[in-house]
């Protein structure tokens, strides 16, 4: 298994502003992954983060608005930035580990007004 | 592009009576699906994958390849299984393997 500390859990912010959440895994892990949950709908992949390379976005998602780090293998943020009240959501950090099995953190939950 | 449907959103069903939460997808190459659940104030976790063909907490899945479904059920619901189900396809694209998941389906068991 897998455990993942994710934080905050929770943040009220401002429009205009940026967040960065944190990741950390128990563990060496070769990919990270970042999803988007908004109110009553799926998760949505926003992009996958390698250590010593560019994090990989997907269709709709950019590194200017959600600029990722990797430093190791074992961390990752990701900051949501210039922030509007569409991004209010809940941002969760996932692995993979040995291709079975994907673990989430708690999830941050994140209100814009 | 592929796609993981889930066409109820909510399903409440009684304590004892069976379940079946429908999961359709579409994939154009060998689909790797799962069924992950979250319990409330709990985080998102694995339930079963269609690669290990077994029964966890007494529910069970099929991949049906012709009817490109993976529905999951259980003969007899408890309380307990009352939670939000996600169904999710695995994809690789050279080398690079994600998961897409369906919009969920919210589980009550009515006692």
């Known amino acids: 298994s897998a455990v993942i500390s994710q934080k905050p859990s929770r943040d009220i912010c401002q429009r205009g502003t940026s967040l960065t959440i944190q990741c950390q895994v128990d563990s060496q892990v070769t990919m990270m992954f970042w999803y988007r949950q908004q109110p009553g709908q799926s998760l949505t992949l926003i992009a996958t983060?390698?250590?010593?390379?560019?994090?990989?976005?997907e269709s709709g998602f950019v590194i200017d608005k959600f600029p990722i780090s990797r430093p190791n293998l074992t961390f990752s943020t990701l900051t949501v930035s210039n922030m509007s009240p569409e991004d209010s959501s809940i941002y969760l950090c996932?692995?993979?580990?040995?291709?079975?099995?994907?673990?989430f953190g708690q999830g941050t939950r994140l209100t814009v007004v | 592009a592929q796609r993981v449907t889930q066409p109820e959103k909510l399903l409440s069903v009684f304590k004892g009576a069976p379940v079946e939460l429908k999961c359709n997808y579409s994939?154009?190459?060998?689909?790797?699906l799962f069924w992950y659940v979250q319990y409330s104030r709990q985080r998102l976790q694995l339930l079963l994958r269609h690669i290990s063909r077994e029964s966890i907490k007494g529910f069970t899945a099929d991949l049906n390849k012709g009817e490109t479904s993976f529905h999951l059920k259980k003969p007899f619901a408890q309380e307990e299984d009352s939670a939000m189900y996600y169904c999710a396809l695995k994809i690789s694209n050279f080398g690079n393997e994600k998961l897409t998941f369906g919009t969920g389906t919210r589980l009550t068991i009515i006692p």
């Open positions: 996932s692995v993979d580990r040995a291709g079975t099995e994907a673990f």
């Open positions: 994939y154009s190459g060998s689909p790797e």
């Open positions: 983060a390698n250590q010593g390379s560019e994090a990989t976005y």
